[in-house]
Every structure is written in structure tokens, then in C-alpha cells.
């Protein structure tokens, strides 16, 4: 079957770094995908990875190991309004390339 | 360039009520999804288009659920009659075509209420 776990809430300082982990369980993958969604707001894109290894874009960088069904979102030099929920999403080439999400982790920032 | 477009914003109806949701995808976007997100969840894919064909519906409740996309540009999706546990985020999301491809853009969403 298909699973994603993250964990469902962090908090970290205003300034720091904070890791946010996903695994994942399918039979067909075929990418992984971040994404944040502030409250009330639709989600945008963050990042992707489809081999292994971290990709990097200004202060937040996307790690995946394919053999080990896990991926990490990095959040450097953290600010206010990165207070958010992010998504990790798996596209399952046998479920005809959709998308399967987790539940999103719940991003706290602290002064 | 627009985004996605969608209305109504918020609906609140009460159940056994008939209810639409309208989408306006990203010009030339000929992917179009309908999402179905649960407070503290992330999204459920309800339906894929590929311009005017439905290439992926089977998680919508085709009992009460229905959806088109006339045209291959706007769509509909229309929930008769609703039920209480249809209470939920509503998004669309727009891609260029092709399988695989990359990033989703998704509207803001229809925020659904049944009391």
C-alpha cells in the first residue's frame, strides 16, 4: 500500500534551522514534492526530488533517499513567515501519477 | 500571469442541499485537478483532467459527486445531495500537460460548510 508519515507539528526559534522529516511507502515512485500552505491559504510549491541527494534553493533545501523512503525539508535562518504547514507528496507511477500527500507538519515559529 | 481562479470562496448549505464549485485553471493548462482537503489533512485527488477527458476519477463518490470540464478550460464540480461529513476545503489545481510534470498551482480554494 501507500503511506507518508511526517510529523505532525514542530517548533523552532525565529533564526534557527529545523529539519522536517517524511517517509514513504509506495510501489511505483516517482518523484517527491514540498509544499507549504499557510492557514487558510492553498498550497504552493516548494520543491522536488526525484534522485538521491539534496537539492538546494536560498534557504530551504530538499534531501531524498529513494532506498531508504525518506526525505527531508530544511529551513534555514528561519523567519516569522515561515510559520506554516508543509506537505510532502509522493506521485506513484501505479496510481496512474497521482499525487499521494501526507498530513502535512505544522510549523511553529518562535521569536 | 492569473492564477487559478475559484468561487465561490465560502459556502455554507445546509445538508440534502445541492452545491457547485466553479474553477478557472491557468491559461494553457490543460491538466486540471479537484482536491478535496480535511482540516489538519493533506489533499485527496477527487479528479484529473486532461483537457476535457477524465483520466483519474476514481476517488470521486460518483454516488453524489459529479464533475465536467467543458470545453477543456473551465470546470465544475457539483456535489447533490450534500452530506454533513462533505464539509471540507475544495481546491482546484492547474498543470501544464504531460505525465509526469512537475508542479501543481492550486486556486485558494471553496471552503464548504454543511450544517
Known amino acids: 500500500g501507500q503511506n507518508i508519515d511526517q510529523p505532525t507539528e514542530m517548533t523552532a526559534t525565529e533564526g534557527a534551522i529545523v529539519q522536517i522529516n517524511c517517509t514513504y511507502q509506495t510501489s511505483g515512485f516517482n518523484g517527491l514534492f514540498w509544499y507549504q500552505q499557510h492557514a487558510g491559504e492553498a498550497p504552493t510549491f516548494l520543491s522536488y526530488n526525484v534522485l538521491d541527494g539534496l537539492e538546494e534553493k536560498g534557504r530551504f533545501s530538499s534531501f531524498l533517499s529513494r532506498s531508504k523512503g525518506y526525505s527531508y525539508l530544511l529551513l534555514k535562518e528561519l523567519q516569522m513567515k515561515d510559520s506554516a504547514s508543509y506537505l510532502c507528496?509522493?506521485?506513484?507511477?501505479?496510481?496512474?501519477?497521482?499525487?499521494?500527500w501526507g498530513a502535512g507538519t505544522k510549523l511553529i515559529i518562535k521569536p | 500571469e492569473a492564477g487559478v481562479v475559484q468561487s465561490p470562496r465560502y459556502k455554507i448549505i445546509e445538508k440534502k442541499q445541492p452545491v457547485a464549485f466553479w474553477c478557472n485553471p491557468i491559461?494553457?493548462?490543460?491538466?486540471l485537478y479537484w482536491y478535496r482537503q480535511n482540516l489538519g489533512q493533506g489533499p485527496e485527488l477527487l479528479i484529473r483532467y486532461e483537457n476535457e477527458e477524465a483520466v483519474d476519477d476514481s476517488q470521486l463518490p460518483k454516488d453524489r459527486f459529479s464533475a465536467e470540464r467543458l470545453k477543456g478550460v473551465d470546470s465544475t464540480l457539483k456535489i447533490q445531495p450534500a452530506e454533513l461529513g462533505d464539509s471540507a476545503v475544495y481546491l482546484c489545481?492547474?498543470?501544464?500537460?504531460?505525465?509526469?510534470?512537475?508542479?501543481?498551482?492550486f486556486g485558494p480554494g471553496t471552503r464548504l460548510t454543511v450544517l
Open positions: 489545481a492547474s498543470s501544464p500537460s504531460g505525465v509526469p510534470y512537475n508542479e501543481q498551482f
Open positions: 507528496a509522493v506521485r506513484d507511477r501505479s496510481s496512474n501519477y497521482q499525487l499521494i
Open positions: 491559461s494553457g493548462h490543460n491538466t
